[in-house]
């Protein structure tokens, strides 16, 4: 049997000869630095087309990683540039450019191209108050659309349904969150409240530190007093269809990726409906180990929140008022 990855990795894992892990290690490296600056570098058309490393992932290990611009392959990294711009503006990818990672100063100047200098100057002093303003003269006077919201470590940026993660101590930004891990209960806590804040502003957010981020919505009494008692065959309401057919399979669903979720109902007779997110789900990976909460997981949770906020609260709420 040939010499594989997963022999590779085993002997990385369990091998005691600090110094022939370090020699596995250093021909790796070696390995890798021909394929990024030589190799892939060297045929600009075939590196634009068809880069080397599957979606440039090896870029990312090395900004994620804390290397300079200086220790990266520049072709490489501006056609990487130049793919989050395009499709940023909805022209023509070569492949979407989710999950990709660039330097503070280049997302600025992709997504704020005439304020980027400013802006990084004012985030690099902590100059929030200006950074801000920057932000809404482009939303209320430049007919920009996006939203944005500071928490912690993290600037995270929405634009359409695409959401960018600025790491600010480490200066680079994850741009088209998907696959990616979410890297925090304060960053986890800081998404749910942006989306809340666009979405379902009355939902209640609570951040319990440490442990994770509590999300309670409610189904107002008159909605569920207008359900049937038991399913029936007649046509019916849009309530009876989704309470009946489709609530219990999202909420089915929902646990994959919740801690618990509690129905209760509260003293005006509402549905409560209470959702516990931390950063880790009830999927278990190959090493049997429970999966971490990924973007891309979030925004089921948040597509179901949605659902209810504003088919059977907010609009329950327009009528009674």
Not at 30 to 56: G, Y
Not at 165 to 194: Q, T
Not at 310 to 321: A, F, K, S
């Amino acid at each position: 049997m040939p010499l594989n990855e997963e022999h590779i990795l085993k002997y990385l894992t369990n091998e005691s000869d600090a110094k022939s892990k370090s020699e596995l290690i250093d021909l790796l490296k070696t390995r890798i630095d021909k394929l990024c600056f030589e190799e892939c570098e060297r045929d600009r058309i075939a590196c634009t087309l068809q880069p080397k490393c599957s979606r440039r992932f090896l870029l990312k290990l090395r900004i994620k990683e804390g290397l300079t611009i200086e220790d990266l392959p520049k072709f490489c990294y501006s056609v990487h540039k130049g793919v989050i711009e395009r499709y940023f503006r909805n022209k023509t990818v070569i492949y979407r450019p989710y999950d990709s990672y660039l330097y503070l100063i280049d997302f600025l100047d992709v997504f704020f191209h005439g304020d980027y200098r400013k802006l990084n100057k004012f985030i690099s002093f902590n100059k929030w108050d200006e950074v801000f303003k920057i932000f809404d003269d482009r939303i209320h006077n430049r007919n920009e659309n996006f939203d944005y919201l500071l928490r912690d470590d993290n600037l995270i940026f929405k634009f359409e349904d695409r959401l960018h993660i600025v790491f600010l101590e480490e200066k680079y930004v994850l741009c088209n969150a998907n696959r990616e891990n979410i890297a925090s209960l304060e960053l986890l806590y800081g998404i749910c409240k942006l989306y809340a804040a666009i979405y379902f502003s009355e939902v209640k957010l609570t951040y319990m530190t440490s442990k994770h981020v509590e999300i309670t919505l409610k189904v107002p009494a008159d909605v569920l007093t207008g359900i049937s008692r038991e399913p029936t065959h007649t046509k019916n309401s849009k309530a009876d269809q989704y309470f009946w057919n489709t609530f219990w399979e999202d909420l089915n669903a929902l646990t994959q990726y919740c801690d618990q979720i509690n129905l209760n109902t509260d003293k005006n007779q509402n549905l409560e409906i209470i959702l516990y997110i931390s950063l880790l789900t009830n999927n278990y990976n190959e090493e049997g180990q429970k999966s971490r909460l990924r973007f891309r997981d979030l925004r089921l949770i948040f597509n179901f929140i949605t659902r209810i906020y504003t088919d059977y609260y907010i609009i329950t709420l327009g009528v009674n008022e």
